[in-house]
């Protein structure tokens, strides 16, 4: 029988025979030290410690309490617990609260640790800690409440908590968070990241990777970040800047949606609030139950519909789809060189529409009053564009045809003026 045959069947017969190369660091027990009084409360720190090479992992669990987690270039896994206790008589009643109330430091293979707080909890004893592992680590926290600090860690990250306020800073690898209903912060992230946070709100800046968030009722606040990116909030804000990648999708049940400074396709849906883009560099979808609509510099095709509300569009290169059920709509200096095949379509069911374009290829304008004949219709028809006025079926229509049009713009309104101006106003 060969070796490697011998020892997988004593692991089989559930023997513990390390392999060579893989021998596991036993973690060294921490000592009690004298208790001090500080602020009422008798307190110690201990310090749980194992030797480890980078690239290993563990996992923190039960922890109750603020929790601060640092990586550094030293092999070795440190866990430092402070834990205090009030409504004691004496040194020796909290030392001996100390001895059970501590937690365990565990080595389960060669490169993977455990660090289990103890389950004993008393309404007069308080923890926090503060780990240090070696680069790179992947880390696992699990705690019943209480605020989370990573930083300066290489490996992938995940954590779950019942209630904290949970903050990232410098950091290479997944991360993963989950809070009951605390906020969460990012601060130069390299990797892909899932945030959710039962009620908090979420801020990033500098982070660089697939982005997924997800509050049940806070702000989202992104800056600076690179990427792709899935936002959701039950009912609060979202505000994004500087950002660059793929595609942008954001949603809101009832808040606002502003965007400056944008490179990417972007998709944005409010279910009552309002959305305001500046500086877009990508295409534009943008829906809203019930706000205005404020677009302003989109290089790119914009696709957008409010139930009520009104509409602006300034300065757009590409075709325009643009509705509203209740509202005026203006679109100012559109841009439609370069976009053939398409059509552009503005509307709304009662308001006025403005509309000015650009372009040195044939397009074809036809701009329709509906419930007006063209006997009463002509005085609500202005601008440079000369259009010939037609009956339909009891509406009127402002018809520019010219041959072989490049592009198609077509407007609509129920109750309300139209004005049209081609070229340089």
């Known amino acids: 029988m060969s070796m ?16 060579i190369g893989q021998v596991a660091e036993t973690p060294i027990p921490p000592e009690i030290p004298e208790p001090e009084m500080v602020h009422n409360r008798y307190q110690v720190v201990l310090v749980h410690k194992v030797k480890a090479k980078a690239n290993g992992r563990i996992k923190i669990q039960n922890l109750s309490g603020d929790v601060k987690i640092i990586g550094t ?28 109330s501590m937690g365990t430091l565990e080595t389960l293979d060669a490169d993977s640790y455990k660090f289990s707080a103890s389950p004993w909890l008393s309404r007069g004893i308080s923890y926090n800690y503060h780990v240090e592992v070696p680069n790179p680590f992947s880390v696992v926290t699990e705690l019943y409440g209480g605020d989370v600090f990573l930083s300066d860690l290489t490996g992938d990250l995940a ?63 992104l800056w600076g970040c690179q990427g792709s990116f899935d936002l959701a909030t039950g009912g609060g804000d979202i505000e994004l800047s500087d950002l660059t990648g793929t595609d942008i999708e954001a949603r809101t049940g009832g808040g606002d949606i502003e965007l400056k400074a944008i490179t990417a396709n972007v998709n944005l849906m409010t279910s009552g609030g309002d959305v305001g883009v ?15 609509l404020d677009i302003e510099n989109a290089q790119g095709n914009v696709v957008i519909f409010t139930r009520s509300g009104d509409i602006s569009i300034n300065r757009v290169s590409g075709y325009v789809r643009a509705k509203t059920d209740h509202g005026d709509v203006e679109v100012i200096d559109m841009s439609l060189d370069g976009v053939p095949d398409e059509k552009s379509e503005i509307t709304t069911r009662s308001g006025d529409v403005y509309v000015s374009y650009r ?42 045809k010219q041959e072989a049009p490049y592009h198609t713009i077509i407007i609509e309104t129920r109750e309300g003026s139209i004005e049209i101006h081609q070229g340089e106003e």
């Open 4 to 19: 490697a045959s011998y020892n997988r069947a004593l692991i089989l017969a559930g023997l513990c025979v390390p392999l």
């Open 278 to 292: 500046q500086n877009l560099g990508g295409n534009l979808e943008a829906a809203s139950s019930g706000g205005d």
């Open 359 to 400: 372009t040195e290829k044939p397009v074809q304008v036809e701009a329709r009053i509906i419930g007006f004949s063209p006997r009463y219709a002509a005085e609500y028809f202005c601008g440079n564009v000369d259009l010939d006025l037609v009956k339909d079926n009891g509406n009127t229509i402002g018809m520019l």
């Open 159 to 221: 954590v779950v908590s019942g209630g904290g306020d949970i903050a990232v800073s410098n950091t290479s690898g997944k991360l993963e968070v989950k809070t009951g209903g605390g906020d969460i912060d990012v601060v130069n992230v390299e990797g892909r990241i899932d945030l959710r946070t039962g009620g908090g709100d979420i801020e990033g800046r500098k982070t660089n990777g697939q982005v997924k968030l997800q509050t049940g009722g806070g702000d989202i606040d």
């Open 73 to 100: 270039d030293v092999q070795v896994v440190i866990v430092k617990e402070k834990i205090r206790v009030k409504g004691v008589k004496d040194k020796d009643e909290a030392k001996a609260i100390f001895a059970k």
